[in-house]
Nanobody, 124 residues
Framework: QLQLVESGGGLVQPGGSLRLSCEAS????????IHWFRQAPGKEREGVSC????????TYADSVKGRFTISRDSAEGRVYLQMDSLRPEDTAVYYC?????????????????WGQGTQVTVSS
């Protein structure tokens, strides 16, 4: 069983930055494709960014492209989401999810492991 934990959320002003982290309590994430999702109140969950297991390919939603960066710290087995130039519409609970897959081009149901989420609030 893989239990994921997100951290790094908080309250930030528009234009500010946050770095979210995703890690497993006892295991490295190096063997998993990791996808960040977010969900705002009253809205459906949406994919934000993904980093693949095998080749490190990254994907981004159009709404965050150029502002967010996903990365791995292989030594620590963690995945990060650096969020810059934050906007109020980025406000949501952010979740990381892990899939036993080599690549990001997989349906959502392939993500078997999810964290509990971390709140990101962008407000002036």
């Amino acid at each position: 069983q893989l239990q994921l934990v997100e951290s790094g959320g908080g309250l930030v002003q528009p234009g500010g930055s946050l770095r979210l982290s995703c890690e497993a309590s006892r295991f490295t994430l190096n063997y998993y494709t990791i996808h960040w999702f977010r969900q705002a109140p009253g809205k459906e969950r949406e994919g934000v960014s993904c980093i693949s297991r095998d080749d490190g390919t990254t994907t981004y939603a159009d709404s965050v492209k150029g502002r967010f960066t996903i990365s791995r710290d292989s030594a620590e087995g963690r995945v990060y989401l650096q969020m810059d130039s934050l906007r109020p519409e980025d406000t949501a609970v952010y979740y990381c999810a892990a899939a036993n897959s080599a690549y990001c081009s997989i349906p959502v149901y392939r993500y078997d492991y999810w964290g509990q989420g971390t709140q990101v609030t962008v407000s002036s």
